[in-house]
């Protein structure tokens, strides 16, 4: 799935929207049923197995303008004729919202947003009902047009509720924390040295990122341990770095940044060994992050 990664324009929304985010939080916890609405016909979340992957909403929350969580208002399905991309398995919905929380906005957004949204049909062939239901989305504003949003995605809305709720906004505190990592572009400098004993090693990667932010990886091989790695993001690199903490931003820095493969450019040894140990401790580090999953983007 193709999302528009915009990044710049998501830090500086979310630094305007950090109070706005912070009130919503708390209205959201109390919030009350709006009128005709029951807060009992809200959509059903997904499985854990079927939900987006912190890898998803990372992705998209960077690729927005605006996230929120809004409530279905009232649907209005195109006709064949006006969808004519659209094959018969699916259905496209104008769909005119409430919005419940805005979890990031840019200024200038009202209580109300309309979007249009291309979804499966119902295993009978008709079309999904969402009015009444609520929903997570992840979106931009439309050009002199207020109120109307674009999805940044095909799937980039999501039935709501406590657990998505909250790993979204985990997600944008994370993107709004000042020590955020950042992106990684590659691996520059990589060196393995051996130690006074057989099996003793370390090896150095130093990282390439945006914005040319020192980072580094380091792997300790002692004889009769496991191997010891980690994370240094700073000049100095860290003795004591450990790996990042899985559903972090350095995990996704790491996990979906990292080349597969360190390039030939990279080592600062010509010797055979030296390279063979750090081929082997980089994809060591690969293996310990575990995969960029993602199901969405």
Not at 143 to 157: F, H, K, S, T
Request: charged content about 25%.
């Amino acid at each position: 799935m193709s999302v528009r990664r915009r990044f710049p324009p998501f830090h500086a929304l979310l630094a305007r929207t950090l109070a706005v985010a912070a009130g919503a939080a708390v209205l959201g916890a109390c919030a009350t049923a709006m009128p005709g609405q029951s807060r009992d016909n809200v959509a059903m979340e997904l499985s854990p197995e079927a939900e987006p992957t912190y890898a998803d909403l990372v992705t998209l929350a960077l690729a927005s303008d605006l996230v929120a969580i809004v409530t279905v208002d009232d649907q209005t399905r195109f006709p064949p004729e006006r969808a004519p991309d659209l094959p018969p398995e699916r259905v496209r919905l104008y769909l005119e919202t409430l919005t419940r929380n805005l979890l990031v906005s840019p200024t200038g957004v009202g209580g109300s947003l309309v979007f249009v949204t291309d979804l499966a049909r119902e295993p009978n062939g008709d079309t999904p009902d969402l009015e009444g239901q609520d929903f997570v989305i992840f979106a931009d504003q439309v050009r002199d047009r207020p109120g109307e949003v674009q999805l940044v995605a095909r799937n980039a809305l999501f039935p709501a509720g406590p657990r998505i709720e909250g790993r979204v906004r985990s997600v944008l505190r994370q993107l709004a924390a000042a020590d955020r990592p950042p992106q990684i572009t590659g691996v520059r400098d990589v060196i393995s040295v051996p130690g006074n004993l057989a099996g003793e090693s370390e090896t150095q990667m130093f990282v390439q990122t945006q914005g040319g932010t020192p980072v580094s990886l380091s792997v300790v091989r002692r004889p009769g341990m496991q191997p010891e790695w980690g994370v240094s993001l700073g000049e100095i690199v860290d003795t004591a770095a450990r790996p990042p903490e899985a559903e972090s931003l350095a995990w996704f820095r790491f996990a979906c940044g990292l080349p597969r493969q360190l390039p030939d450019s990279a080592f600062l040894q010509g010797d055979r060994n030296s390279q063979a140990r750090a081929r082997e401790d980089y994809a060591f580090v690969l293996d310990q992050l575990g995969p960029c999953e993602r199901r969405f983007t």
